[in-house]
């Protein structure tokens, strides 16, 4: 049977006795990680009180799994075997493993195997197999348009009430990263009970969670506070950010003060509604458009790229000296002529 990581919660529930195989794949790791805590979870309830996990490396002796099969309890409980694939390739030996553990599971046992890379090429005969004998959960990853969705979803299972523009901003602010997603609504948990927490309130409790915040940061360049961008950069330096991780929030700020100075001035209160921008934030972008036409900001955006690249080695150069560089320019345009690079 194969099912997708959303279906599982539900199979499980409804499951009187669990299937004698279960297959997670996929390569997202958070999905991943929750799925196979799931399936442990209900086996737990139903008495699967015994684990043993085997992590299939270089060498790996495929006999072992038909040796914990076949093995008897020691106190004739129910067992949780776990088989973990980091490459997700079980090879030809592994295949006729795997194949003849299905037809004959072990019948005190549930197989949880964890595939931690996936793709259509990894969809062999044996996972056929498995599919027929026991549960296939395929684990998808989360696209962009997906992302405020399950952030909603999430934050609702734990009693957060987030607006829709909170949740349009932490999408954003963690480009993809779900366990970043789910580590911002767990501090919102405790942050947050028992209100309701739109896009403004959210960027002052995530803040104050922490000593120092890219949010922090991009809004003090923006706004021109340059004594702030070095206090706060030393911050995130010296509590071990990296320069990549800070590069992501800082070009989605630029692509929105570009947006902002494209449109009539007349629609620019208009047009900061619709980028989720009050308050505070509201206040440093129109300062920063008052500071820089959009050459200006284009020229910024152009050097975070580079910055980006020299943190991720395709460029050389000093990554967080280079940012710091940007953010000035960012705060004071007179710093950004006098620091401009030779060509």
């Known amino acids: 049977m194969a099912i997708t990581a959303q279906q599982l919660d539900r199979h499980l529930r409804d499951a009187a006795e669990l299937r004698p195989v279960y297959l997670l794949a996929g390569e997202e790791p958070l999905l991943l990680l929750e799925a196979a805590d799931a399936v ?149 948990v405790l942050l947050g009970a028992g209100r309701r927490i739109d896009a403004e309130s959210l960027i002052e409790l995530v803040a104050d969670s922490a000593r120092y915040d890219v949010f922090s940061l991009v809004e003090a360049a923006i706004a021109g506070d340059a004594g702030r961008v070095r206090r706060v950069l030393a911050g995130l330096k010296a509590e071990g950010e990296q320069v990549a991780g800070l590069c992501g929030w800082l070009v989605t700020s630029l692509n929105v003060m570009l947006r902002l100075i494209a449109v009539p001035r007349n629609q620019v209160d208009n047009q900061m509604r619709n980028e989720r921008l009050f308050g505070s934030r509201q206040s440093a972008y129109k300062r920063g458009m ?25 460029a050389g150069g000093d990554a967080f000296l280079a940012l710091e560089r940007v953010l000035l320019r960012m705060a004071d345009r007179s710093a950004a002529e006098l620091m401009e690079e030779p060509a």
């Open 40 to 188: 442990r979870r209900r086996a737990r309830e139903l008495g699967y009180s015994e684990r043993e996990v085997m992590d299939v490396e270089s060498g790996f002796d495929w006999n072992d799994l038909a040796r914990a099969g076949a093995s008897m309890s020691l106190f004739a409980a129910r067992r949780i075997l776990e088989l973990r694939l980091p490459t997700g390739k079980v090879g030809i030996e592994g295949a006729a493993a795997l194949t003849e553990y299905c037809a004959r599971p072990a019948p005190d046992a549930v197989l949880v195997i964890h595939a931690m890379q996936w793709s259509k090429a990894h969809e062999l005969k044996w996972v056929q197999t498995v599919d027929q004998a026991g549960v296939y959960v395929q684990i998808k990853p989360l696209y962009r348009n997906d992302l405020p969705g399950w952030i909603a979803a999430r934050a609702r299972a734990r009693g957060v009430d987030l607006s829709a523009d909170a949740v349009e901003l932490l999408a954003e602010r963690v480009e993809g990263n779900l366990l970043a997603a789910a580590q911002e609504v767990d501090k919102l």
């Open 290 to 314: 008052a500071r820089g036409d959009r050459a200006f900001w284009e020229q910024r955006l152009a050097e975070v790229a580079l910055v980006d690249r020299m943190s991720k080695g395709r």
